[in-house]
């Protein structure tokens, strides 16, 4: 889905999620306190960012400070030439005792609830999924506050992104595993935040595929 920007808003941003890693393929969760490498599928995607870097007229690049999404946002940052400007408040949900394993290696009981209703009964140890929204959110206002009107490329992960996009979209946050099913690697997710903080952004792409040589 694509759309024009709505007038009345306050900034373009093209949120991304980093590229490809070896953990994909096995769906082990990588959150604030694992950094799997790129697998070598991810480097050719960070290529096919950085072309739509250009193609899209990316004037500032912003990263999670997390070493995947650094090395996805850095061809595009060179491709523009411009630098990458790290925002912690973008780095990805800490999933507490799922860190670096699969829901099947979990219990069968604490998996059942969370896919129930993952904001009532996250992970064990795991940040709070309404703490998590609340900086991601945070963080991309204050992207907004700074950039103005300039077309901004951020790059981020999964989780973290969509719970961003149900607070900003006004939808509940018990849901954004199922409206939101995936965020796709490098895949370009556009939204425009208005002015006034208390109204709802606008969803103008999901998951728009980034062109291939």
Do not use: K
């Not at 500032?60 to 595009?76: F, K, Y």
């Amino acid at each position: 889905m694509t759309g024009t920007t709505p007038r009345g808003t306050a900034g373009r941003l093209l949120l991304v999620r980093h590229a490809q890693t070896v953990w994909h393929r096995e769906n082990r969760y990588a959150g604030a306190r694992t950094d799997p490498a790129l697998t070598a599928a991810g480097e050719r995607q960070t290529g096919e960012l950085a072309r739509a870097a250009v193609a899209e007229g990316v004037q500032v690049v912003v990263s999670s400070p997390l070493g995947r999404a650094v090395r996805t946002a850095r061809p595009a940052a060179e491709a523009v030439g411009t630098g990458i400007e790290l925002e912690p408040g973008l780095r990805e949900a800490d999933f507490g005792e799922l860190e670096g394993r699969t829901r099947q290696e979990a219990d069968p009981e604490l998996v059942r609830r969370f896919v129930a209703d993952p904001v009532a009964h996250p992970f064990p140890g795991a940040e709070p999924p309404g703490e998590a929204a609340d900086r991601a959110v945070a963080a991309l206002r204050g992207v907004v506050a700074r950039h103005g009107d300039r077309t901004v490329l951020v790059v981020a992960h999964s989780t973290v992104l969509r719970l961003a996009l149900c607070r900003l979209l006004g939808l509940p946050l018990r849901h954004y595993r199922r409206l939101f099913p995936r965020i796709e690697n490098v895949a370009l997710t556009e939204i425009a935040l208005p002015a006034d903080d208390a109204a709802p952004a606008a969803l103008l792409a999901l998951n728009r595929t980034v062109p291939t040589p």
